[in-house]
């Protein structure tokens, strides 16, 4: 009987033990699939948000050799030409591109700018002697408040065409180094040096003159 008795209980104490260890074996694949997927999800989020930030150099500011390409519309992302702008204006905005990289810099607004072709008779002699063709270009933010200088209007003062910011209606004329004609801002657009080739345009230099507001804005 007592013999009887151990082999019954020890059969059951077997069965007992196998089950426990193949919950245990379950809970482990589980814990480990759980695991395996939280890493994915992770590495999914980390993908995510480095394909979102800006790609290097996209911050810099304009430099010698970058191409001029669209800002904004239909042609957005495309190289500028002496052909885009027609004489008299409007102008176009554009960005820096390194034709290296391909990176466009339009990661820091204080990169877009305005481009402008004018008769070159009607630029003063410090104008023309930066002008292509009576092509210029200059910061596309105002001195004032750092608005973006948006339109082309007739100026308040005169019966010339002006930039203007509409924030606070500051104005500029771009054939006199867009000097500031009305308004509140303090000082000049910065100027930006151009190079043509095979009609694209390019940047020949640094920025000539500061660059965005004395205010936040």
């Not at 919950?23 to 995510?48: D, K, N, P, W, Y």
């Not at 990661?107 to 003063?124: C, F, H, K, T, V």
Request: net charge negative; proline share 7%; glycine share 10%.
């Amino acid at each position: 009987m007592s013999s009887a008795s151990f082999n019954t209980t020890s059969s059951s104490s077997d069965n007992f033990a196998e089950t426990e260890v193949d919950v245990c074996a379950e809970q482990t694949r589980r814990t480990l699939l759980l695991g395996a997927l939280a890493t994915t999800a992770c590495l999914g989020c980390s993908t995510q948000v480095h394909a979102g930030e800006d790609p290097p150099g996209s911050d810099e500011r304009p430099q010698k050799g970058d191409l001029l390409v669209f800002s904004e519309g239909d042609q957005e992302g495309k190289p500028v030409t002496s052909a885009d702008l027609p004489r008299g204006g409007p102008p176009v905005h554009a960005w820096p591109k390194d034709p290296k990289t391909s990176v466009v810099r339009s990661a820091s607004r204080l990169n877009e700018i305005l481009i402008i072709r004018l008769d070159p008779a009607e630029l003063d002699e410090q104008t023309r002697a930066r002008a292509i063709d009576g092509i210029i270009a200059y910061s596309a933010i105002c001195s004032h408040a750092g608005c973006p200088v948006t339109a082309w209007v007739k100026s308040d003062v005169g019966d010339k065409e002006v930039f203007k910011c509409m924030c606070h209606n500051s104005e500029y004329d771009p054939r006199a180094g867009a000097q500031v004609v009305f308004g509140p801002a303090p000082r000049r657009l910065a100027a930006l040096p151009l190079a043509l080739a095979d009609g694209s345009l390019s940047v020949a230099g640094n920025f000539v003159g500061k660059v965005g507001g004395v205010q936040q804005g």
